[in-house]
């Protein structure tokens, strides 16, 4: 992969130019858009390979440049900002298709720490996916390679995060993982153990792993962490 391309959209002039400079410094391309229409224009012409999406924009929201996204197929990572600091906003940016989310105010040091952390799941190292490299729990089958899960004979749409989040758990079935260790294998970083964005993305998962009235192949343990295992 060559030099990432990052679209930055706010509708904050002063923040906008100071997350896209931060960003050059870094040695990111980088592409502006100050409302939702014109990032959604952004994304068909540039074809970023990150987001940095504010929610409160004019025109188009970012909760709905989140959903047309997603419902195209587009599986961009996408890293949420906002002001607003409730857990119901939060999870209606991740129930939108968000892959990560921050609170403004924040630390420049930290937004890219996280999407150091996207980017590298975007692409899978060429030498860690095999011509069969499918793996299997019970009638889950999670490719690696395909990005592509089934239960039975049923196909599971996921979102970036939650497939990388899948393939975690059942690439090491069996084994008691816990929340740090998951933290810092999918985020690349430890959220703390008031963060809700695991339980969140366990929620999604289990429903879609079960939505067909299938036996749970997902666990809690409590005060640990997430195995996942055999019925």
């Known amino acids: 992969m060559g030099v990432a391309r990052v679209l930055v959209v706010d509708d ?13 410094l870094e040695g990111y391309e980088t592409v502006d858009a100050a409302d939702g229409a014109q990032a959604l224009a ?12 504010d929610l409160g924009l004019p025109v188009v929201d970012g909760l709905t440049v989140c959903q047309v996204l997603r419902t195209r197929g587009d599986q961009t990572p996408i890293l949420v900002l ?15 298709g968000a892959d990560d989310f921050m609170s403004k105010p924040f630390a ?10 996207l980017l590298r799941r975007t692409t899978p190292p060429v030498e860690e996916v095999g011509v069969d490299d499918t ?4 009638d889950l089958r999670v490719s690696p390679g395909q990005r592509r899960v089934w239960r039975g004979e049923r196909e599971i749409d996921l979102t970036k ?14 084994i008691v993982l816990d929340r740090s260790t998951i933290h810092d294998r999918i985020w690349g970083y430890d959220f703390g153990p008031e963060s809700k964005n695991l ?25 640990v962490g997430y195995v996942a295992r055999e019925p």
Request: glycine share 6%.
């Open 161 to 174: 995060t939650e497939f990388d989040l899948l393939e975690l758990l059942v690439f090491n079935a069996g």
């Open 108 to 117: 420049l040091e930290e937004l890219l720490a996280r999407l150091r952390a």
């Open 42 to 53: 952004a994304v068909d012409e540039h074809r970023p390979d990150a987001v940095v999406l």
């Open 82 to 96: 906002t002001a607003r600091h409730e857990v119901s906003d939060r999870v209606r940016g991740l129930d939108a």
């Open 135 to 138: 793996l299997h729990l019970a």
């Open 199 to 223: 339980t969140v993305y366990m929620g999604y998962l289990r429903a879609k792993t079960e939505a067909g009235g299938e036996p749970r192949l997902l666990h809690t343990v409590r005060g």
């Open 12 to 24: 904050d002039r002063a923040l906008r130019d100071a997350v896209s400079r931060a960003l050059r």
